[in-house]
């Protein structure tokens, strides 16, 4: 059984680019959340998907958007990047079933550390 | 505004000793709470959860307590062991929502 797994593990961008963070969820799990853990802080949702549709969103602007593939990999897009963008970024996948995404149990991938400079 | 909250940053213990975690949290529709534990360079880990229509819940060391009333729960490690040295995070949800994470406490097992 496959974990969660995040890449790039590091990266780092000027103000301004674009970024695309990439999660391979843990095998046969339907479900992907993304969070953001600044430095000091807890991980705050971003958002998540369920069977591919984005199934709930946090306080995050619409320059932060997902895809979900049919394999359930995951990509975490953010454009016009910021400074205040430089943090963890956490993907997470969990299974869930017909009635609904559910966030009983995550588990979350190392992370992609993204650095804005 | 923070939602859960864990007001000790950083926490020390003896060896063999009790280890005790606390959390607060505002939002009274939470129903589902969940302790994870990350090491660095690792992504968080589920430890224990509890719902809310209990009061405990128990896994070999790791007992969860929840005190609707107060709006608290605790994580007790009992007996504490080097290896528990890690960052524990508490959050808490609505039952099929996302997880709202407290700002975590860095525990360290004093051999």
């Known amino acids: 059984e496959t974990g969660v797994t995040q890449s790039p593990t590091h990266l780092i961008k000027t103000r301004g680019q674009q970024v695309t963070l990439r999660c391979s969820s843990q095998?046969?799990?339907?479900?992907v959340s993304w969070y953001q853990q600044a430095l000091g802080q807890g991980p705050q949702f971003i958002f998540q998907?369920?069977?591919?549709?984005?199934?709930g969103r946090g306080n995050f602007p619409p320059r932060f958007s997902g895809l979900q593939f049919p394999n359930y990999s995951s990509e975490l897009n953010v454009n016009a990047l910021e400074l205040d963008d430089s943090a963890l970024y956490l993907c997470?996948?969990?299974?869930?079933?017909?009635?609904?995404?559910?966030?009983?149990?995550?588990?979350f991938g190392s992370g992609t550390q993204l650095s804005v400079l | 505004d923070q939602q859960v909250k864990q007001n000790s940053p950083s926490l020390s213990v003896q060896e063999g000793r009790i280890s005790i975690l606390n959390c607060d949290y505002t939002?009274?529709?939470?129903?589902?709470f969940l302790w994870y534990k990350k090491y660095p360079a690792e992504g968080p880990t589920f430890l224990i959860s509890?719902?809310?229509?209990?009061d405990k819940n128990e896994d070999g060391r790791f007992t969860v307590f929840l005190n609707k009333s107060a709006k608290h729960l605790s994580l007790h490690i009992v007996p504490s062991q080097p290896g528990d040295s890690a960052v524990y995070f508490c959050?808490?949800?609505?039952?099929?929502?996302?997880?709202?994470f407290g700002t975590g406490t860095r525990l360290t097992v004093i051999p």
């Open positions: 998907y369920y069977r591919e549709e984005e199934n």
């Open positions: 959050a808490a949800s609505v039952i099929r929502s996302n997880l709202f």
């Open positions: 509890i719902s809310s229509i209990k």
């Open positions: 095998s046969g799990h339907n479900t």
């Open positions: 939002n009274s529709m939470f129903d589902y």
């Open positions: 997470a996948s969990s299974l869930s079933g017909d009635r609904g995404a559910t966030n009983e149990k995550l588990f």
